[in-house]
């Protein structure tokens, strides 16, 4: 009797293990196909498409992408079918403006639909990544936590890359232009 207990735990415990190292495996993979993908991107429409396919493939989710234009919140990419309400909005609109996550499955504004995490650097906030899983025990699941947390630094890296590149040619252009002038 003591025998069969103690290998049924054992085989409990390696079964555990075996799921966890399965899990560990696909969010590795998850990101090396993002990170391989948003690599390749030239411009924000590139790193907008394949944000949207590989999340929502990864995680089967639907997400909205959105970057500041002037004082309001714009919709750079949505999954198929997501509309966002003003609500949903002012929701992301408060994540980028306190660098906060906000919305589903946070203390923070709770009752909207979606989760706003915000796409920031040590520079800056570049945007806000809404995202609206399948159930709702996933919200506050650790591990779509986390891998959400590596895609939105992955995302908010590429995209102060593509930032950046456009600021470098924005000044090549203007000392092209100064050196004419003086010419």
Not at 14 to 39: G, H, P
Not at 80 to 90: R, T, V, Y
């Amino acid at each position: 009797f003591i025998v069969g207990v103690v290998i049924s735990t054992l085989v409990a415990k390696a079964r555990e293990r075996a799921d966890a190292m399965r899990e560990r495996e696909l969010q590795t993979e998850s990101l090396y196909y993002l990170s391989r993908d948003l690599a390749t991107a030239a411009n924000m429409d590139a790193i907008m498409a394949a944000v949207i396919k590989n999340i929502t493939s990864t995680l089967n989710a639907k997400l909205s992408l959105l970057i500041p234009q002037g004082e309001q919140m714009k919709i750079s990419a949505i999954s198929k079918g997501l509309k966002l309400s003003d609500k949903e909005l002012a929701v992301a609109d408060w994540a980028f403006r306190n660098r906060r996550e906000a919305g589903m499955g946070t203390e923070t504004l709770s009752s909207a639909e979606l989760l706003y995490l915000p796409l920031a650097t040590s520079i800056s906030v570049l945007g806000v990544l809404g995202i609206k899983l399948e159930k709702a025990s996933d919200y506050r699941s650790p591990h779509s936590r986390r891998l959400l947390g590596a895609f939105v630094t992955q995302i908010s890296l590429s995209m102060e890359r593509v930032h950046l590149g456009q600021q470098a040619e924005q000044a090549q252009v203007l000392q092209a232009r100064e050196s004419m002038e003086r010419a």
